[in-house]
């Protein structure tokens, strides 16, 4: 996993709740072997619509989402997540995030950032209005700095941790293995 | 003051982080054509699954159900997805249901079906639907990829602990309303993210009457209002559907067990974080308009307005999906004609849903133009079905008669919904693409989508069960 520490990018405005796991990467994808790249069916019916913002010049380059609540609800596929990285994405900024995306995120090395939704929808709004802008996060201080406004946000300690040097959880829990054995002999 | 989720998540406390996770012993590990990555990650680390008897293996997303032959599955990668499963089983240990044993069928039906989904249990499977097990008293919820090779490679998992929130049904129900309209206006009441965070218990009169099919329906679409979990407190219901079958405790094991199980429940005047509360007497047959579950209404309203819409980015929403959907604001929903019709998915496809369409389907033919499947949760419930005589009435009526697999409800073993085409389904997502590209769903109960069926348009059951 690669660490995760500060990142300044261009942001891509996705101004819409409820934007689900079957717009992220449509089911019928999901038979393909991991190698082959999950980018390429990043938000694919999405962009059947020319005038989604994925493939216009502006958001080239694009590593960070910004998304209304409850960003990536539906299913449990970690291809939500792969697609996204794949394609170069690797946080998104929403009020609300689906639980169990939000929980595969962390898992990834993507960090998933929840601000208030009067911060995100003022974030969306100047997305909007300047096409292409930069947004910094920072999560050691768990800071975002947008469009001249700073947005402290939340993470729990042991994620952060994890994403900040690129560790996963299986490592440390079988370093716990004494305890689950215990567990077991109860 | 405890809650029903606050006993189950003790029970399975293996240790604490500083940040306040819990590593969580998992009971049984479900599994289905989605584990696929979880055991390749666990082969990259050299790891083989910590305790294979925990675990139970089926193919459901990418079986076809035209048949039971995977030799003629014409897509290759498709035909690989379930058979992986297979060899992953195989060489994990891990008991697995194979397609030619009556016992295949989706993973959220035979879970319960076989009994191995029991109150207090803690229940994981890669797929969001795992909140259904839930109805029978289990802490039961959906895991990603990295989740499942964790659990394969420990036994356990780290969650942190979710909020309580108690939505509570009081009252009666109405004739031709069932599980189906109580969780689509739970859902259209509290949103898309209204319990995200939260585990819910379901509860009042109306929750403890259903069957315990009528609840499975209930807790699977939990997670359609964001909630990792849904769960309804064991009581004689549970306990009776449970008794005698083969994963279920026998003889002295079963009288431990009941013991146990009485006690699970949240302790009266307990707190929850957020509470709800709906008559039961209010709640109609619903069908879905748009492209989330929370867009539901009742079949006598009409199509919503944008127009009205309490802020900009609503109404923007109410566009986008009125433009998918193909629909005009203020059109009345049954006069809302439908192409395909799906009664099946891990939300409806048990005995008592087939029951509930054949009643309507029973006398009638399907409407010209339209066509329309029945597929069975599993090989048990199908042959169930058969005994009863239910898929008599169904193909004569004109509806096919497939078998069991999750077939329409995500269509990636071929079931879909073609371009444009509109379908009453009693699936549980509405999500643009879900039943296929450009396909557009109606979610609903089954016996509102055999009305669909028989009057070729979204139409309210009650007036059919009348006799108009």
Known sequence: MDPFRRLEAVALPLARANVDTDQIVPARFLQKPRAVGFGQFLFHDLRCDAAFALDQADYHGARIVVAGRNFACGSSREHAVWALQDYGFRAAIAPSFGDIFHSNALKNGFLPVVLPEAAVDAMLGALLAAPGMRIAIDLERQRVDAAGETCRFEIAPFAKHCLLEGLDELGYTLSQVARIEAFERR | ?468
């Not at chain 2, 998540?9 to 009971?27: F, I, K, M, P, S």
């Not at chain 2, 965070?197 to 009042?204: K, T």
């Not at chain 2, 203020?330 to 891990?346: E, M």
């Not at chain 2, 509405?430 to 089954?446: C, D, E, I, K, V």
């Open chain 2, 1 to 468: 003051m405890t809650t029903l989720l606050d006993k189950i998540w003790a029970q399975h406390r293996v240790l604490e982080r500083e940040d306040g996770q819990t590593l969580l012993y998992v009971d049984r590990h479900y599994l289905q054509e989605g584990s696929a990555a979880a055991f390749e990650m666990l082969r990259q680390r050299g790891l083989a699954p910590r305790v294979p008897a925990r675990a139970l293996a089926v193919a459901d997303h990418y079986v076809p159900t035209d048949s039971r032959d995977l030799a003629a599955v014409a897509d290759p990668e498709r035909r690989e997805m379930a058979q992986v499963l297979g060899r992953n089983a195989q060489g994990g240990g891990i008991r697995m249901f194979a397609l030619d044993d009556p016992r295949q069928g989706i993973v959220h039906v035979i879970g319960p079906e076989q009994g191995a989904t029991q109150p207090g249990l803690l229940i994981v499977c890669g797929d969001s639907h795992t909140s259904t097990h839930g109805a029978l008293g289990a802490l039961a919820f959906g895991i990603g990829a990295t989740e499942m090779a964790h659990v394969l490679a420990t036994q356990t998992l780290w969650q942190r602990k979710p909020k309580s929130m108690r939505i509570a049904v009081e009252g009666t129900l109405g004739e031709g309303v069932s599980a189906k309209d109580v969780i689509l206006a739970i859902i259209a009441r509290i949103g898309a993210a209204g319990a995200v965070g939260h585990a819910v218990e379901y509860a009042g009169g109306a929750i403890e009457r259903l069957s315990v099919e009528g609840r499975l329906t209930v807790c699977n679409m939990s997670v359609e209002a964001g909630a990792r979990a849904g769960l309804v407190a064991p009581d004689d219901t549970t306990f009776e559907y449970l008794a005698g079958r083969p994963f279920a405790p026998q003889g002295a094991g079963w009288e431990e067990a009941l013991a146990r199980w009485r006690a699970l429940c949240t302790e009266p005047g307990t707190a929850f974080d957020r509470e709800v509360t709906l008559d039961a007497r209010e709640i109609v047959p619903m069908v879905t308009w748009g492209t989330s579950p929370e867009d539901a209404l009742p079949v006598t309203g009409r199509v919503p307005d944008p127009a009205a819409a309490a802020d900009a980015a609503r109404r923007d929403a109410m566009l986008r999906s009125l433009a998918y959907m193909g629909l005009a604001p203020g059109t009345p929903i049954t006069s809302i004609a439908v192409d395909r019709v799906f009664i099946g998915s891990c939300t409806n496809s048990r005995i008592e849903d087939l029951r509930a369409a054949a009643a309507v389907a029973k006398g009638r033919k399907v409407a010209r133009g339209v066509q329309a499947w029945v597929v069975p949760g599993s090989g048990l419930v199908k042959a169930q079905a058969e005994a009863e005589g239910l898929d008599r009435v169904f193909l004569e009526s004109g509806f096919q008669w497939r078998h069991a697999g999750c077939s329409m409800c995500i269509g990636v073993n071929g079931d879909v919904v073609e371009p444009g085409r509109r379908c009453a389904s009693t699936s549980n997502r509405n999500f643009a693409g879900r039943q296929g590209p450009g396909a557009r769903t109606h979610l609903m109960s089954p016996a509102m989508a055999a009305a669909a069926a028989v009057t070729g348009r979204l139409s309210d059951v009650r007036r059919l069960m009348a006799g108009a």
